[in-house]
Every structure is written in structure tokens, then in C-alpha cells.
């Protein structure tokens, strides 16, 4: 809104938008009283005197607007020109065709300048109406024409100068009356505009500080009527839901993938009276899903009439990821305390067996039946041998052995083995992006290695009729990012909670114990993992190694990029 600036006694901004309009009135007012007059009096349609004042005033009105731009800094005077050119031009049209009834033009002018100008620029403009008008019934105006005749005389007649003295007290009263009047509405309708102005400034100040507070806003806020048609979406939330205001303004709420329609009823029904707290999974704009905790609560008016609804949300992803990775912490904590001592007391009985087993089967060649069962027992003890050492790994893992090398090197040349293994079938489509292809990291090359192995063999597996896999390194936000996604048969919400627990294997022939391990070097070398899948849509888990280890480990050697196979 602009601000007006105050002239004394006159409202500048918009005075030429004003002064147009009385240009317009005054054409419209004259018209008005012009037209009347001639039907009234039809043969001074032919008047030469009338024509010559119609085209008068068309010609003062194109005047005007001339005026307008030269005079557009100074308003009060073109203001002052305008009324003055309407006085003389209304006291030339009472002499010349001697019709006193033009007077009550005087009023309108009067009446106007009370908008435009001071109380006393008023009054001095109900003056000169007055003056001129006297001029203008007692022919003073001839005057002008020859200054040294004598004044026209009064009239003789005792009534018709009663009536005369009449005629002029009452226009004086009038004039004056009228100026007064119209000054005092003009100076309180000034006054009130003023006041109303102010507040809507103040409207508009509350309005863009209340408007810059909620986009300020780190929540999103969404706001809908009873109906739950959206009304707002703040910046905050069409960064949560990957959704701008444009698209799901004047939907219904289920367009925010916070919640379905059912469910917005179920809520709306259940917030009679309170505030609703929860949290769920939101299906975002760009088809990723995030959980969100949410609070809905109602829009009311002053009088605390209910106009619609609020619902205020936060991304809660991280911490839910937070929260899982702390309780996975712990439940590895507590599993590698008994672990070592767990495995030496299996490991050790399960040699003794599997060296008697190979024995009995020695002497059984000739028994086929039992040579079978001898056979199962030490593939199976075989296996539990794998089982044990896995674990001993997971709970008791060696030194690690920290050392300068390309680890973008060390991914070519494990993509390259991982082509020519018996991992990969022929229905498997193994592709690579590491950019670039050079990159130095101080880590245990074997330990990063195994990460790599134990994440490749699992999306191979998951991928048994077939699919792509694809292996991503680069450099992220200070961190090395390796990235497997593959296309197969993807993970729950409940799989993907437990995925690095011991002993949970999704494959036939598992020990439970793959991931578990690659959660512990990721770990210890203080990086970041990251699981994203849903079911049939295939999966991607994404590891984030930092260049440099805490200033207390120690760098014992110092390796060489490994070549890159051809």
C-alpha cells in the first residue's frame, strides 16, 4: 500500500486520480443543469450565448488535464486554478442568460474545495462565490466592460428589493453555511480515512510479520477449512512433502500423503474438543517415503467460532534412523560381551567332534547308510565351524590395520573380480559409477573391502531370478559414499529394522552374520549406513566413510593403489 503524504490542507498521493475525477464531475454537473434548463426553456437552444458556454466548458476542462502534469507538484494550486475558472465561468453564465438558478453550481464548487483544500482556502472560495454571484445579479460585471459607467441602479420597487436583499442574505447564508459545514465532514472523513489508513497499515504490517513468522517456520504447517480443503502450505512443509503450495492448494488434505481420507475423518472426529499428537509414514511428492510426526489441532476465530484446521509436522526420518541405529548399537553391545566366550566354548567341542566324525568315517566306506549320516554330520559340523568363526569376527574383529589408499581403485578392481566370479549369473547386470576415479582414504583397505564383498553377495542373492545391480562411488559432502542398488525382491519395514542383528539371515545358507559385521567396520570407522527398500522395489543401502580417521588412531603403513584389473 503507499503511503500518502499530507500537503496542508491537501491529500497528495492520488490528487491527479482526484482532480480527473472533478474534471469529470463538473462536465457531469454542468450537463445536469444545462440540459434541464433548455427543456425548460426550448428556444435558447439556438442561443449563441449558451453554445459559446458549452464549448467553453470543454474547452477549461481540456485545460485542466494540460495543468495536471506541470502543476503535478504543486496540487493546491492547480486545485485553486480549477475552482476559480468554475466561480468566474458560473457568474458569466448568470449574467449572460440572466438565470439565477445557475447559483446553486456555486454549492457544488464550494462543497468540493472543502475536499481539497483548508478550512480557510474553503471560505475564501465561498467568498469569491459570493462576490462574484452579487456581481452577477446586480450586473456589476458590466464593469469589465467600461469601468467608467455608472453603476446599474437598484431596484425602485419596495418589494422587488425586498425581495432582492432576500435573495442575497440567503445565498450569503448558504455559501458560508455550506463551507463551514463541508469543511467540518471533509476535516472528520479526512481524519477517520487517516485513522483506517493507519490500520490497515498496521493490517498489512501484522499480516507480512504473522506471513514471515510461518514461512520462518522449521515445522510445516498445513491450513484447510472444515471441509479439509487446503487453504496454506508454509516453505517448510512443501520442502517436507516435495510438494509446492501451487499443486495442492484448494485439494483435499489426502493430497499431502500425510494422511488418507478416512484417516482425516477418523483424526477430525477424535479432535472434538483436544489436540491430536501422532506419527506415520508420509508418501512424498517424489515418490520417497518419509515418517513424520504430526499435530492437529483447530482454526477459530475471535469469538472462538471454528473456521478449520491446523496440522503442524516435522520430518522425524533422521530420528527415527537415529533412534534404530542407537538401539542396534546397544543390542550389539550386549551381544558382544558374551560373544568371544560363547565361541571358544563351541568352537573348541566342535573341533573334537569334527575330527572324531572324520575318523568314524574312515572305517564306514563299505556302509553306505552310515557313511551318509557320517557325511551329514560333518557337513553340518562344517558349517558350524563357518558359523563360529563368523562370529568370533563379528564379536571379537581384529586390529585394525589403518592405511593410506585409492579406494575409488580399490571398487574397480572388486567390480572387476565381481564380474568374472561365480556370484554373478548371467541374468545379473552389474554397472558402475565412480566418479572420480581417483580418491584417498585412510581406512583398513581389507575391512572396506569386506564391505563391499558382504553388501554385493547380499544384492546378488536378492536378485535370484535376475536383475541390476549397480555400484556407486564418489565423493559427499566430505565423506566417501558407496552406494549398491539393486532391483530385487526388497525389504520390509520389520526386515529392514533387524537387518544387521545377529543371526538374521533372509538367504538360505546364511550365517546372520554378514551385515552385522559390515555395521561394525562401518562403525568403528566413523561412518554412516544407510538402508532404504520397500518390498519388490528392490533395495539400497548407501555407506558414507570418512577420509580421515579420529586424531587417534594411528597410521601404521602406508599402501599403494592396487592396479586396475583390465
Known sequence: MALEKSVPGFQVAGHNTRLLWLIGIRMLVVASVTIPYLLYNPDRVSDPTLQFFIALTSILSLLYIVLLKPLARYPEIEAYVQFSGDLIFITLLIYKLDATSFSILYIFIISVAAVFLRRTGVLIVAGAAYLLYVSAVLKWIQLLYDWQAPLPPLPADPAAMAQLVYNLIVHLVGFYGVAILTSFLARDAARSEERLRKKQLDLSYLQGLYGDVIQSMSSGLVIT??????????????????????????????????????????????????????????????GTVSHLGFTLTHLTDPDGARQGYILLFQDLSDWKALQEQLQTQDRMAAIGQMAAGLAHEVGNPLAAISGSVQMLADGLRGDFSRSKLVEIILKESQRLDRTVKA????????????????????????????????????HHNIEAEIEPSSAMIHAD???????FWNLVRNALQAMPGGGRLTIVGRVENGYYR??????????????????????????????????????????????????DSEPHRGSRITVDLPFRQPESETETTTREPPEIMS
Open 391 to 426: 562370529f568370533l569376527q563379528f564379536a571379537k574383529p581384529r586390529e585394525r590395520n589403518l592405511a593410506r589408499f585409492d579406494i575409488a581403485a580399490m571398487l574397480a578392481e572388486d567390480i572387476e573380480l565381481l564380474r568374472n566370479s561365480g556370484d554373478v549369473r548371467p
Open 482 to 531: 558407496m552406494q549398491f542398488r539393486d532391483t530385487g525382491i526388497g525389504m520390509t519395514e520389520e526386515e529392514r529394522a533387524r537387518l544387521f542383528h545377529p543371526f538374521k539371515s533372509f538367504f538360505d545358507g546364511g550365517t546372520g552374520l554378514g551385515m552385522a559385521i559390515v555395521y561394525r567396520i562401518v562403525e568403528e570407522h566413523g561412518g554412516k549406513i544407510r538402508v
Open 445 to 451: 583397505f581389507d575391512q572396506i573391502s569386506q564391505i
Open 225 to 286: 477449512d472444515l471441509d479439509g480443503t487446503i487453504l496454506d502450505l508454509n516453505r517448510a512443509g512443501e520442502e517436507i512433502l516435495r510438494r509446492s503450495e501451487a499443486e495442492i492448494a484448494g485439494s483435499h488434505f489426502e493430497r499431502t500423503g500425510i494422511l488418507t481420507r478416512d484417516r482425516w475423518q477418523q483424526y477430525i472426529s477424535e479432535s472434538e474438543g483436544s489436540t491430536i499428537r501422532s506419527e506415520g509414514e508420509c508418501l512424498r511428492g517424489d
